[in-house]
């Protein structure tokens, strides 16, 4: 069973520009989230999609969108990058049927924009 | 919604001391509970989960944590740490709802450190 794969590990945007994360989940698993932990803080919750649609949001301006694949793998992308969206982004993926409710997360995503 | 309290920011500790990690949750719903670790640099790994059944669960690494619903916490616990136990720990909820995202609500998490 292999786990939760995110790409790239680093990354270095410059204000204004756009940026694209990806996230492939476990195997089995239907349901991907998204969370973004700034320094020194816990993750906050951006959005969570299912079946290829979204089924929730955080508090997040609009800028952040995302996509959900057939093969349940993830894309977040962000728009006119702001220096506070600097941070780890982090996907977790989960089974949100049956009786499996915890979500298995990835490495991770280092944003830095300059 | 649901929104939790980890009472302490930093807990230093002795190696092979036990340890304790208070997490009190708040939420008008029933509620999942888990325990994450995440150590430096890296993503989130579960050590534990409470579903239902036994207030009493057992994780990995040796840790445990009891479920009280009375007192709504969470708390973490280890007999016997180690210098490898040194990492960030969150105890987020998340409710059982079927209707909205089953998102997990963190706090500010609490870094423990072990002391040689």
């Known amino acids: 069973e292999t786990g939760v794969t995110q790409s790239p590990t680093h990354l270095i945007k410059t204000r204004g520009q756009q940026v694209t994360l990806r996230c492939s989940s476990q195997?089995?698993?239907?349901?991907v989230s998204w969370y973004q932990q700034a320094l020194g803080q816990g993750p906050q919750f951006i959005f969570q999609?299912?079946?290829?649609?979204?089924?929730g949001r955080g508090n997040f301006p609009p800028r952040f969108s995302g996509l959900q694949f057939p093969n349940y793998s993830s894309e977040l992308n962000v728009n006119a990058l702001e220096l506070d969206d600097s941070a780890l982004y982090l996907c977790a993926s989960s089974r949100e049927t049956g009786a499996i409710y915890e979500q298995y997360f990835g490495p991770g995503t280092r944003l830095t924009v300059t | 919604a649901q929104s939790v309290t980890q009472l302490d920011s930093q807990v230093p500790v002795f190696e092979e001391a036990p340890v304790e990690l208070r997490c009190n949750y708040s939420?008008?719903?029933?509620?999942?509970l888990f325990w994450y670790v995440q150590y430096p640099n890296q993503g989130l790994q579960l050590l534990l989960k409470?579903?239902?059944?036994?207030?009493l669960v057992k994780g990995i690494n040796g840790f445990e944590a009891e479920f009280n619903k009375s007192q709504t916490s969470f708390h973490l616990r280890k007999p016997s740490v180690h210098i490898s136990d040194t990492a960030e720990y969150f105890c987020?909820?998340?409710?059982?709802?079927?209707?909205?995202?089953?998102?997990?609500?963190f706090g500010s998490g609490t870094q423990l450190t072990v002391l040689p």
């Open positions: 409470y579903l239902s059944g036994s207030t």
């Open positions: 195997s089995g698993h239907n349901t």
């Open positions: 999609y299912y079946r290829e649609e979204e089924n």
């Open positions: 939420s008008s719903v029933s509620v999942y």
């Open positions: 987020p909820p998340r409710g059982k709802s079927s209707g909205s995202a089953r998102q997990l609500t």
